[in-house]
């Protein structure tokens, strides 16, 4: 299709695409290219979400379980994502192995969406509930509706933002909850991202693995992209967007 629109000279063979999956530079390429899709919903987006999901692989990995049997459990990835909770596009994303804990990816994320949105919540549930995850948020001039696990107190916090957002999960509940509750938007970026691209990753390295599952946000943010402009009227000029991002750069 591509070929027959002249958006391509000639089709390449599979793999083509497969051996620069296997590039480690195009990792970079990657990520910069899913921020600067999200760009053009700048004026919509003012709120998001952070979640985290696995990718299963084709490599199995041998471990113990705990009746002592060695049994094989597949590997997995994870990305963790920060995404608009309007138009769900993706504003920012890390890719890790399964294991990695989400708090860890949290700053990288909430750092990255800052310098092209303004933001003014960031949602996320008990998993990112840590004076960190907090202070990271406000830092940011954004409102933290992160929930408290049952083990924590104001006592020990050392932080304002732990202490007001404390103090307003427990007295206004309700209030809290119809915030935090937009959170579930992070868990249907995953759900469209699987349900049209698989949750299943078909190559067979960790390099080519983590830049699959970037393949696979960035074309969720086209297809969020060509949605809104249709539904919202958004322009998209990736020429004049390149433009703006160059001199951004280049200013002082």
Same mark, same amino acid.
């Given at each position: 299709? =591509?070929?027959?629109?002249?958006?391509?000279?000639?089709?390449?063979?599979?793999?083509?695409?497969?051996?620069?999956?296997?590039?480690p530079e195009l990792r970079t390429?990657?990520?910069?290219?899913?921020?600067?899709?999200?760009?053009p919903l700048k004026q919509l987006e003012d709120k998001f979400a952070v979640d985290s999901s696995g990718f299963t692989t084709s490599v199995f990995a041998r471990w113990s379980a705990v009746n002592q049997r060695n049994e094989e459990k597949r590997q997995w990835k994870k990305a963790h994502v920060m995404s608009g909770v309007r138009t769900n596009v993706i504003t920012s994303i890390e890719v890790t192995d399964g294991n990695a804990h989400d708090t860890t990816m949290f700053p990288k994320l909430v750092?990255?969406?800052?310098?092209?949105?303004?933001?003014?919540?960031?949602?996320?549930?008990k998993a990112y509930s840590s004076r960190k995850c907090l202070s990271i948020v406000s830092d940011h001039g954004a409102i933290p509706y992160i929930p408290f696990k049952k083990s924590a107190t104001k006592r020990a916090a050392t932080s304002g933002i732990w202490r007001a957002m404390f103090h307003y999960f427990n007295d206004y509940r309700?209030?809290?909850?119809?915030?935090?509750?937009?959170?579930?938007? =992070?868990e249907s970026v995953f759900s469209m991202m699987k349900r049209k691209q698989s949750l299943h990753l078909r190559s067979k390295n960790d390099i080519a693995q983590f830049n699959e599952i970037l393949c696979k946000a960035l074309v969720h943010n086209i297809r969020v992209l060509i949605q809104e402009?249709?539904?919202s009227g958004i322009t998209v000029d990736f020429e004049a967007l390149a433009e703006d991002e160059l001199m951004c750069k280049t200013l002082p």
């Open positions: 299709m =591509a070929e027959q629109l002249e958006y391509l000279g000639h089709t390449p063979h599979f793999n083509t695409i497969l051996k620069y999956l296997n590039k390429i990657l990520n910069s290219l899913i921020e600067f899709t999200a760009i750092e990255s969406t800052s310098k092209r949105f303004q933001m003014k919540e960031v949602l996320a549930d309700e209030e809290f909850l119809e915030h935090y509750h937009l959170r579930s938007n =992070a402009m249709f539904e």
